[in-house]
């Protein structure tokens, strides 16, 4: 290790990968990253979005300074407003009138203190976080099935497994480097098979050896059937049902009740039943089976449900708390692990103990030295925004996340923050959808400058250190919601490190935890008195850590114990729901939403790095080539896609990976970067009735196209401010702005539009080149300052926008030829030039047809060959399962 580098912890998905950042210049905030070799997660390896962080800790769009009614401010003014604000609503209305919303990318320091505020002294339990939106039905599928919401496997078990079930999981693209690690597992140990259960085909179906794409939300079917099934076929492991679990009976009567026979179960989950009948024939004949599940079963309103069929047939087959088995929830965020331990959702209270609990209530209150510990759950999000909507909840704090943005029908949450009361929101970056509607704004330092810790999703704590001083006035936001604290009144709350509050919080999950008092799952009291030294240096480690397990634990419930009132786990009966909302003849496709590989939620840190945004650089939309010839929609063209709730625009993507009858749009873009891209203004707000989970993954839409009078690619040095045009999204580049437009009002005067709306294109201006076509409506403007190209136009009203790769590729060149000049106005690459193409590896910027190219010239036949013509694949490995599509559509 580099003496100078720090570890520290990548700030995006639950994997945990550990970074070694080496500060080349502090001034210029200038860092290299590379994964730590030493860090169990993933031994060095980082995917494209972990490996690119030193492109987005620049002080581009940095939130610097407190902001109160949109003016600049200062710290001690815009904490005493916050505190002033909050006790005179609660004074006045009471405790329940305010809110806090929170996430799981706070550290866990962070998180504490914020629920410890809430819950513990302000007296209201109406603390509610994004991980709502993400693992609330894994949470709540885990505690009824085991009595405490613990994650039973790890990493390791992943390669030991011989069957891994992947089921509304495109761990590929969101949780690459754990999915590498299946990918290795596999590559070591050819008989591990692996099953994809999704309705889209997807890159994770790479390395499946069977792919069920099963009718969308019809998972809770499926897995009753796998359990009548080890039923019928004798496969269960009785005596691990009789010594360990209650509620066997039941849960069996249900799942074949449900399930009905064969054929009829394969019909209604969409599937063939020789497809069916193999998965379910593995799952029973292989000992060491894992089951990874995420949104796909998550968002849906019966998540908590689904969750539950899953570990229902774990436990009836005793595949859990042995090596390579187990129901292994994938949680998204970097620390929903540590805001699940600190009880930020708002029906838990703090270190596993509960609300409802009056013991609990009574301990937390004495540990805290409060009297006012709340007793009752609070809102949960889709319900907390509608009471704001209502007035009832006058006062709303948002920290570190977007719910403009990623709440289910978004318009009403915007809408319910622009009338509410006092809204302030802790972001670290200034243009966000939310942070636009706050009254007061406060700057939390970054990643880079945090310091705390994280828990991924084997239950592994790991430390982020600081690698930066804050930047301007940002400080942590441990410290931002103490002084509010402290501000307000209370007591308990002058923490002067976060190692402080990390020892308070070890020591609450020690406290009267012991089976006289009732033994919880979740302690970490071997740090209730660690050293500062000790934290800055504490190096991963997965909980329960206590005097006796000091080194940690790989894997829980090996004893068959678990942490109900028996000590055994329950099967719970299911009873399989489709969605709420089905599809009609107004909306007859079902929208299913999710990420992609490049993007992180809505974007404001990761369309930071340049690199990241051309694999996907426009909101889009799947769509199968049935439904798209039935409707008229070409690929690349745009349509216009309405649910019952709201609207948006997006470019066509039709593709043999989407089932007929669905469509696939990513959650990411945001008002910030598109005009009318933001997909949660069509999804249904219709919510787990347990977990309060909303149903991100099926909303009925229509979908049709949208033919504009014209189109334009816009490509300038500077960021641009646009005005006249439906269709809108900007795209950050290395060292430019690209803008791809599309209005439905004809242009009357193409030269004087684009002379108006870009800088320096003036009539006077003498540096410019142009094309005009005006009977077919063709626009060229290109501008060269000193040789190199400072801006670029290129608007037609019948024909295709160019490919913008090479276009693109000039802004990098310090003088453009003769060659490239003329070119410019055609735009296309001159001759012996080749188009790049969007592009697929982002590692090393390589695009699609210098690949299919390169393919063709040199005979490639495999990815290794790729790997050593392009270097193409070889850096994080996301883009491998592209690299085979393109090697199959060449040969054919
Ligand atoms: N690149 C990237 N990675 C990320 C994130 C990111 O923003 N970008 N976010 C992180 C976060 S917070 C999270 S929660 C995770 C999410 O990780 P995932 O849950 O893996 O990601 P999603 O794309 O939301 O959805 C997973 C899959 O569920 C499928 N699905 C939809 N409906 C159904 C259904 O009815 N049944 C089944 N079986 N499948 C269905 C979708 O087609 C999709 O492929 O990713 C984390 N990692
Ligand atoms: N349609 C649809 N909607 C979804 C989903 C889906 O699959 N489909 N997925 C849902 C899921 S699983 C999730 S997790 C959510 C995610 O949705 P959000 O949480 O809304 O998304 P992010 O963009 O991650 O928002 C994080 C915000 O915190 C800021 N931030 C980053 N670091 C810090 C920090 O240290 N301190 C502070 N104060 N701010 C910081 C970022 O700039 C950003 O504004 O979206 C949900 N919404
Ligand atoms: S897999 Fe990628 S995004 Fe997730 S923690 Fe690792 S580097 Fe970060
Ligand atoms: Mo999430």
């Not at 009056?358 to 540990?367: E, I, N, Q």
């Amino acid at each position: 290790m580099n003496p100078n580098s720090i570890k520290t912890t990548c700030p995006y998905c639950g994997v945990g990968c550990g970074i070694e950042a080496t500060v080349l210049d502090a001034g210029q905030h200038i860092v290299s990253i590379k994964g730590d070799d030493q860090h169990p997660a993933n031994f060095g390896k980082l995917c494209s979005k972990g490996a690119t962080l030193g492109d987005t800790v620049s002080l581009e769009n940095r939130l610097l300074y407190p902001e109160i009614n949109g003016q600049r401010s200062d710290w001690d003014s815009a904490l005493t407003l916050v505190a002033q604000r909050f006790n005179r609503i609660i004074a006045e209305h009471g405790p329940d009138a305010v809110a806090f919303y929170v996430s799981g990318q706070l550290l866990t320091e962070d998180y504490y203190v914020a629920n410890k505020l809430m819950k513990g002294f302000i007296g209201s339990a109406n603390i509610d976080t994004n991980s709502r939106l993400c693992m609330s039905s894994a949470v709540t599928g885990y505690k009824r099935a085991f009595g405490a919401d613990m994650v039973p496997c790890s990493y390791e078990d992943l390669e030991q497994a011989k069957l891994i079930v992947l089921v509304g999981s495109n761990a590929a693209w969101c949780h690459p480097i754990a999915f590498q690690r299946i990918r290795r597992a596999k590559e070591q140990n050819p008989a591990l098979k692996v099953v994809v259960i999704d309705p889209r085909m997807t890159s994770s179906c790479d390395i499946a050896d069977l792919h069920l794409a099963i009718k969308p939300g019809m998972d809770g079917l499926l897995f009753n059937g796998l359990l009548a099934y080890l039923a019928e076929t004798d496969t269960l492991d009785q005596d691990f049902i009789n010594t360990h679990c209650v509620g066997f009976a039941e849960s069996l009567a249900a799942a074949q009740a449900s399930a009905g026979d064969f054929a009829q179960l394969a019909a209604n989950c969409g599937l063939a039943t020789h497809d069916l009948a193999q998965l379910f024939a593995w799952f029973a004949s292989t000992s060491k089976v894992v089951t990874v599940y995420s949104q796909g079963i998550n968002q849906s309103s019966s998540g908590s449900d689904k969750c539950n069929a899953i570990i229902n047939c774990h436990l009836a087959s005793g595949k859990i708390g042995k090596p390579g088995s187990g129901p292994f929830s994938f949680t998204g965020q970097p620390n929903a692990m540590g805001g699940r331990e600190v009880g930020g959702l708002a029906n838990t209270l703090a270190a596993h103990m509960d609300l409802e609990n009056p013991l609990h209530v009574d301990r937390v209150g004495r540990f805290w030295g409060s009297d006012r510990v709340a007793n009752q759950q609070g809102l949960k999000a889709v319900d907390l925004f509608d009471a704001i909507a209502a007035g009832s909840i006058k006062a709303v704090w948002i920290i570190a996340t977007n719910p403009v943005a990623s709440m289910p029908d978004a318009d009403k949450v915007k809408r319910a923050l622009q009338q509410c009361e006092f809204v302030v929101v802790s972001d670290c970056i200034a243009n966000t959808d939310t942070i636009a509607l706050a009254q007061v704004k406060l700057p939390a330092s970054g990643w880079g400058e945090k310091d705390g810790t994280v828990t991924n999703l084997e239950r592994r704590i790991s430390r982020q250190r600081p690698i930066f001083n804050p930047y301007g006035e940002a400080r942590p936001d441990w410290w931002i919601i103490s002084q509010v604290a402290s501000r307000m009144g209370f007591a308990g709350f002058a923490y002067q490190t976060s190692a402080d509050i990390f020892r308070e919080h070890a020591a609450l999950s020690g406290f009267e935890n012991n089976s006289e008092y009732g033994k919880r799952g979740f302690d970490i009291s071997a740090f209730a008195d660690i050293e500062q030294d000790q934290y800055d240096a504490l190096p991963p480690i997965q909980w329960p850590v206590t005097k006796t397990s000091s080194a940690g634990s790989v894997r829980l419930f090996g004893d068959g114990q678990f942490y109900t009132d028996t000590g055994k786990a329950r099967f719970m009966a299911i009873v399989p729901r489709g969605p709420v909302n089905q599809p009609d003849i107004d909306y007859p496709f079902i929208l299913n939403t999710g990420r992609l590989r490049d993007q992180w939620h809505t974007m404001t840190r990761t369309a930071l790095a340049a690199k990241l945004n051309s694999h996907r650089p426009e909101p889009l939309v799947e769509i199968h080539p049935d439904d798209a010839t039935r409707l008229g929609l070409k690929h690349l063209g745009l349509a216009q896609i309405k649910s019952h709730w709201g609207e948006m625009l997006a470019r066509v993507d039709i593709t043999l990976s989407q089932q007929p009858g669905s469509l696939f749009v990513p959650m990411h873009w945001t008002a910030q970067l598109s005009s009318l891209g933001r997909v949660n203004a069509l999804v249904n707000p219709v919510v787990d009735p347990l977990s309060g989970q909303p149903e991100s993954k099926q909303t009925p839409v229509s979908i049709e196209v949208w033919q504009p009078k014209w189109q334009a690619l816009v490509l300038s040095r500077q960021p641009l401010d646009i005005r006249g045009c439906e269709y809108q999204v900007k795209i950050k580049g290395d060292g430019f702005w690209r803008y791809q437009l599309a209005g439905q009002t004809t242009i009357a005067d193409l030269p004087n539009w684009s002379r108006a709306n870009f800088p320096g294109c003036s009539e006077e201006a003498d540096d410019l080149l142009e094309f005009r076509d005006i009977d077919v409506g063709d626009y060229r403007l290109a501008r060269l300052q000193a040789q190199q190209l400072s801006t670029y136009v290129f608007i037609t009203n019948k024909g295709e926008l160019p490919e913008p790769g090479w276009l693109c590729s000039l802004f990098a060149k310090t003088e453009l030829n003769r060659k490239e000049r003329l070119s410019l106005l055609s735009g296309l690459p001159p001759q012996g030039e080749i188009e790049v193409g969007r592009t697929v590896c982002s590692c090393f910027s390589v695009g699609e047809k210098t690949i299919l190219q390169a393919i063709k010239t040199h005979q490639l036949a495999s990815v290794a060959d790729i790997g050593s013509c392009l270097s193409a694949g070889t850096g994080c490995g996301s883009c491998v399962s592209e690299l085979k599509s393109l090697l199959d559509s060449a040969k054919n």
